[in-house]
DNA sequence: ATCATCTTGTGAATTTGAAAACAAGTTCAG
DNA sequence: CTGAACTTGTTTTCAAATTCACAAGATGAT
């Protein structure tokens, strides 16, 4: 948040990653860790990780290592992670249902404060408030910047629509296609295309060995 | 599928934005395309998209561009994308069922077969048999290799299991942290992750303008 | 049939990312 | 307090991926 020296786009992809172990580790009661330990949890090299971590600044002490807690404070902080990001889901279907139940968003990114869905009578059992589209305008919170999308139909329609309303980060469920404006960031989950990659992964690694994984 | 030279991982990685791409193509109507259209489309530069398609052999022409249906098939014959992968669930929670439940799995990349489940008597309304994970080597699909993750608890236990029975690709909706051999490959699938890394990215280019996003 | 106009596919150059190597600072035992 | 043993952060080296640039082949209008 502060002066980014150009951090890498490779580096942006393995925060999440880093945070997320860092925040295992913390439930285990441990409080430091060195980049050697942490390389094998990961399976990221050691010197990657050292370097990624220099881009928030002078994280840790040698001969000794990384204070966990110090870890996760600074990720928040730099990163601009400030627990309290409202977001909004758009589509309440099977899908949209479960991750509104999904319990684990308090004090990780922030949480679900509404949906929206086309039908919103429909729609039961959900903990938090859902609106018709027609009242986005209205009920869009304060602030709000960032939507999931689990539609299936009407897709471009739809992140039209969110744009033009503000929002500039889209997490998109939606197995179809879609385009945005450059400066909007969208983040794809989609189950097929993972299987695909997965597949094409294998068959091309059956040719020649040796392939290193882990999650 | 044949003789696979060295496809880069990043091309790999792109293949499925492709598949997809030209899936909707072809649902158009459209059947020619070329490189640079293709790019405007899915946000990569052309000349990266041919010569990812070129790790497949000579697949364009000069002049006139890709036919799309000879590109769906070539990508689904030399990439072992044979459409009928035996794809187990394990975990019937909200999100279990969600996936059960959605509907576009045919001709793709093949089906979830079956699902499994700590507690299968609980679970209702699916498409698919559901067992208890005690049978799990009696019903394991002939010929399966991947399953998808969708429990909260047990992760590590539940991972080493499936290894342990022949599973050598995983798509983990997990949040949880877990590791695996070296020739098992992971697909993480995390809502949170997701929105970190968006996060991440947006307070990252505020600094300097300047990114290419898409979907 | 011919030619101007396209578009692919690929060597070469450039940029980007990862790994190795090491200097400098910290810890902890005695 | 002293010094051996560590571990970080960064410089340098190496590898991977992307982009440039262009030859070679195809098209379609006339």
New interface residues.
Partial sequence: ?E??K??P?AT??R???Y???LR?LKSEGIERVMSRELAE???IESTTIRRDFSFLGNLGKQGYGYNVNDLIRVFSEQ???NFD?K?ILIGC???G???L??N??NH???EIVCAFDLAPEKVTGTSVPVYSMDEFALRKPEGC??A?LCI?KDIQKTVDFLVDNGI?????FA??????P???????????????????????VS???G?????
Avoid: C
């Fill in positions: 948040m002066n980014f150009q951090v786009k942006l992809h925060y999440p990653i945070l997320k172990a295992k949890y990961v399976a990163l601009g992670m990001e977001i279907g099977n899908l249902k479960a991750l139940n999904y684990q968003w990780v990114v922030g910047r960032i999931i299936s500039f980060g889209i997490v998109s197995s179809e296609h879609f385009t945005v450059e400066h909007i960031i969208v983040k794809q989950i989609d189950v097929v295309s993972s299987i695909q990659e997965l597949v094409f992964e294998a068959n091309s040719e020649n060995e392939v290193k994984s882990n999650a």
